[in-house]
């Protein structure tokens, strides 16, 4: 969003990140300005209103609201600059679904062990109830984390994000534990505080790609899809949606390698039964971010890719005739949302489910008349609309990924995903509808799909 160190600001694990050089980003872009919606959140109000958007999901910066990440310093201004959206939207109609935490870990709690450290849930719990107090009157969705998955593979196993860390084996598990129980903190903090007086509710944001054998005759490619969907959404959904412990075949898996490995214990933290109890049944509905779908086989070594895990014993394959979009990784395969859909439903006691991230990028430089672009959003929608109709799946929102074209994580400035093009070469960084949009907003005002 831009506005890195202004009005009181604090950094965050990325502006440290992207400053530091050394090709962590591509060709060392960094947020600084990005899409500059801190000082033009007036023009994505018109991005907003052109689209006729009835919901908007949007991030809050957790250090631009408390600068070294406790409520020990409230910025003000910061506090301004979130009133001022949320107001604008409500007044234009439209719902705000708010993230509380988005990979921007205030840099000052990663200096103090960051998600590897039990300290952070506390003080997690602590950032969510002061949201809750300051702007729960007027927003009734929340999330909590956003892909918790990611969040914590890139940023402490593979090193891809901040903070950078690489331990192998132990670090995502560590840190996803103690992002799942911060979810649940902060979940609770709300239902106890909260709830009756401001009729909200709560959720957390869970990514993952659909699954399916290679060969669906092979045995083995079978038993890996299902260490797949297991490693990637059931880690996270199982304790929070069923029973507040990690699925058994993950804690089966890591037990015996880390004992063949010599070490006393699984490298897979423990919840206590207490732990467990206050996990379980801590989410309102069901946020599920989809990009694409993998054909799956056996693998035992760490794979040379985003996502690595020997653990999981399984390699993703993009097929051959599956088309790819802006990103080596995003083969587009719309089919794989719907099956994933059924999958959340008859695993996760059919919740109510809200797709909270799905897109398509362009390489840059994109083209305006994105009309293939359309097409798989087209045909994304249409797989949507079986799963409601013929699957009986609860889906409540579709939110696309993205408004603006912006700042990519590590991969910077170089795919576009938005729906409107920002001119990052101009210093008013001007929004223009790709033809993506225009055709989105017919959708949308029409909430009806005319597929040709």
Not at 180 to 191: D, E, F, R, S
Not at 316 to 342: F, K, M, N, S, T
Not at 367 to 386: A, C, I, N, S
Request: charge should be negative; aromatic fraction near 14%.
């Amino acid at each position: 969003m831009g506005g890195w160190d202004a009005d009181g600001k604090g950094p965050n694990v990325w502006d440290t990140f992207t400053h530091q050089g050394g090709d962590r980003v591509y060709k060392n872009q960094t947020g600084d300005v990005a899409c500059g919606s801190y000082t033009l959140w007036e023009e994505d109000l018109k991005c907003i209103k052109q689209l006729g958007l009835t919901h908007y999901r949007f991030s809050f910066s957790w250090s631009r609201l408390l600068p070294d990440g406790t409520t020990g310093f409230i910025n003000q201004k910061g506090i301004d600059y979130y009133n001022k959206l949320i107001d604008s939207l409500l007044e234009m109609g439209v719902t705000p679904l708010v993230t509380l935490y988005h990979f921007d870990l205030p840099q000052t709690i990663e200096d103090q062990g960051g998600w590897l450290s039990e300290k952070t849930v506390e003080i997690f719990e602590q950032y969510a109830q002061f949201c809750y107090a300051t702007f729960g009157d007027r927003v009734k969705h929340w999330i909590t984390i956003n892909e918790p998955y990611v969040g914590s593979r890139l940023s402490y196993e593979t090193g891809i994000f901040p903070p950078g860390k690489k331990l192998t084996g132990s670090g995502a598990y560590r840190a996803a534990h103690n992002m799942i129980k911060a979810h649940a903190k902060a979940w609770h903090v709300y239902n106890k505080c909260f709830k009756d007086k401001q009729q909200g509710r709560v959720s957390i944001a869970l990514d993952s790609d659909w699954a399916e054998p290679l060969n669906p005759n092979s045995v083995a490619d079978k038993e890996a899809t299902e260490r797949y969907i297991f490693f990637r959404l059931h880690w996270f959904a199982k304790p929070i949606f069923i029973d507040g412990d990690y699925p058994t075949i993950m804690k089966s898996i890591i037990s015996q390698k880390s004992k063949e490995e010599g070490l006393a214990s699984s490298r897979l933290p423990e919840f206590t039964e207490e732990e467990k109890a206050m996990i379980k049944g801590t989410a309102d509905f069901f946020c599920l971010n989809y990009y694409t779908t993998r054909k799956v086989k056996p693998r035992y070594t760490v794979a040379e890719e985003l996502f690595g895990n020997s653990d999981m014993g399984a390699e993703g394959i993009i097929e051959g005739d599956w088309p790819i979009a802006g990103a080596e990784w995003l083969a587009v395969v719309p089919w794989g949302l719907r099956r994933l859909l059924a999958h959340v439903k008859n695993s996760f006691g059919n919740p109510e489910i809200f797709i909270t991230e799905n897109g398509f990028a362009q390489t840059d430089p994109p083209v305006l008349q994105d009309v293939h672009r359309w097409g798989y959003f087209q045909e994304t929608l249409m797989e949507v609309l079986k799963a409601i109709k013929q699957d009986g799946v609860n889906v409540k929102g579709y939110f696309a990924w993205s408004l603006l074209d912006n700042f990519e994580w590590s991969v910077g400035y170089s795919v576009r995903f938005g729906l409107f093009h920002v001119d990052f070469q101009q210093a008013n960084l001007p929004r223009t509808p790709y033809y993506s949009a225009n055709e989105y907003a017919k959708v949308v005002k029409g909430n009806e799909l005319i597929y040709k």
